[in-house]
Each structure stands twice: as C-alpha cells, then as structure tokens.
C-alpha cells in the first residue's frame, strides 16, 4: 500500500480525473448562468469567430451578389423575349377584335353569346350538409342579382344563381347531387363538339359530359366549356378537362368525365355574369320530360 501511494504520478492521474469529471458535471448541470471561466471562454472564442466570419461572410456576399447579377441578366432576357411574344399576341387580339367589329357591323349584330357584365360577390355562409351543393354569397336584387345567371370563379364555372333576397343569393354549385341540372358544353379543338353536362360523379368528383355524337372523336386533355347556347351561361366559360371518355349505357352516344377547373370545396370569392344578350329557354337548368322525349338542346 505505502508503494502504491508512493507513484507520484498514479496519484496525479487520479486527481486529474477526479477533476476532469467534476469540471464536466457541473458543466452538464442546468444553469442559467455561465462561470467566469466560461465566460472568458466564450467570450474569446465568440472574438475569434468574429474576426474570422466577418471577411468570410463579406467574399461570399460578393459571390451571391455575381451570382444575383447573372440570374437577373438571364432572368430579364427571358422576360424581354415574353414581353416581345406578347406584344405580338396583343397586336394580334388587337387585330382580330377590330375585324370582328367589323365582321359585326356588316351584319349588323349587337349581341354576343360571350358578352356578360361581371359582378364581384363573396361567400358568407356554407351549410355543412350541402357543402358541396350550394353557397350563399353577399350579393343580391339590390346589386342586379337574378335568378339563373352564371356563377364562376377566376379558375371556372362554379354554377348558377337559383335564389335571391335583397342582399343575398342562393348559388346552386355543379357539383349538386340535383339530377336535372344541366348545363349546355362544348369541346372546342379543330371541330366544335358538343354535349351536356348532367349530373356529379361523388367518388370521382368529376363532372359527367353526355350527349356527345359517336361520331366525333374526343380526347382526354381537352378543353371544355360552357356553349353559350343554353340561355343561361355565357359562352366560352372554362368548365373543366376531360379525363375519361366511354359510351353510354344505351351505346348510341359518349358520355366523358371532366375534372371541374374551380375547386368546389374551397371557395371565397366569386363572379356573376349578368349576360348582355337576353336569356331564353334552352338546355341550361331543369329537366323535363319534354327535353327528355324530344331529345331538345344543342347537345343531342
């Protein structure tokens, strides 16, 4: 024993661990302030780090800067060469607009199918067990709100106005489990294919397009949108896309799935079209059995 006390250095070991795991439990101990040790520490090395970040952060402020100044100069030919595409598209608007106004005057033809008079609404009430049939917006016959005009929102058709107050109306959406409503559609690609848009595919949540010709030949990815030709709706409002098409249970027509553009779930803002030609009696709306045993509308 005396011999094992006698190693001066085994007993320095030994101290020096002692206090290195003392120096580090206390380090590891919840504090809410450091040491002076520690303080000086870090304070130091803070110094030190400092000094070193500083010029680091300055040259590599000078690359992201070069790097800013090559991404804004690719960045704005791009936009210069869009901005000459639509300086030439907008000529182009321009010189078709005129010749239809003039195409116009020469038949002398005041009206138009797509003429409509917007009107900003916004949605204030939902009911949870028709939240995906109807919406009430804050627009009414005081505002020139009627009964049957066409509802949309930047995205597309929504639906229709089926009730008014005064300050409020009743928007009845497409995605409606209403088995007569029906809205007058169009394919439009080299040839104009027409149908009707009737009734909701809940699983699918995609709009059913029917009536549609044999003959015609029609693909997913198209385009469709409203006729204009049913009394109600505008015409050329976006309605959706197809995704599917098939025939219909009797095989004499095709029946397509169209993916709805608007999202009917998530909806704040809307328009009204108040349509510049008069409205009249056509596909858009109701059934009946009339429509139904005469095969009336433009899509049949």
Do not use: C
């Amino acid at each position: 024993m005396p011999q094992f006390f006698s190693n001066k250095r085994l007993i320095l070991l030994l101290v020096g661990m002692i206090f290195l795991v003392a120096l580090i439990s206390f380090s590891l101990r919840d504090r809410n302030h450091a040491s002076m040790p520690e303080q000086l520490i870090k304070d130091v090395v803070g110094l030190g780090q400092s000094f070193f970040s500083k010029p680091t952060q300055y040259v590599t402020g000078v690359f992201n800067n070069v790097e800013s100044l090559l991404n804004t100069y690719d960045e704005n030919k791009r936009l210069k060469a869009r901005l000459e595409d639509y300086a030439s598209l907008q000529a182009e608007v321009n010189d078709l607009e005129n010749e239809n106004q003039k195409l116009r005057d020469i038949v002398d033809k005041e009206e138009d199918l797509r003429a409509y008079n917007p009107i900003q609404a916004t949605v204030i009430a939902r009911n949870p067990d028709q939240w995906e049939e109807k919406i009430i917006i804050d627009r009414g016959e005081l505002h020139g709100i009627e009964v049957n005009m066409a509802v949309m929102t930047s995205q597309g058709l929504i639906g229709k106005v089926i009730l008014t107050t005064p300050y409020t109306s009743t928007v009845e959406l497409l995605s409606t489990q209403n088995p007569n409503y029906r809205v007058s559609a169009v394919i439009s690609d080299k040839e104009e294919v027409f149908g009707l848009i009737e009734g909701y595919d809940e699983k699918r949540k995609e709009l059913i397009l029917k009536r549609i010709d044999s003959d015609f030949d029609v693909k997913k990815g198209q385009k469709v949108t409203t006729s204009g030709l049913g009394g109600i709706f505008p015409k050329g409002i976006l309605i959706g896309e197809v995704t599917e098409v098939t025939t219909d249970d009797y095989g004499l027509t095709k029946l397509a799935y169209i993916k709805p553009a608007a999202n009917f779930s998530i909806l704040d803002h809307v328009i009204i079209s108040k349509r510049s030609m008069s409205t009249f009696d056509g596909t858009d709306g109701e059934n009946t059995e009339r429509d139904l045993t005469e095969g009336a509308g433009d899509g049949s």
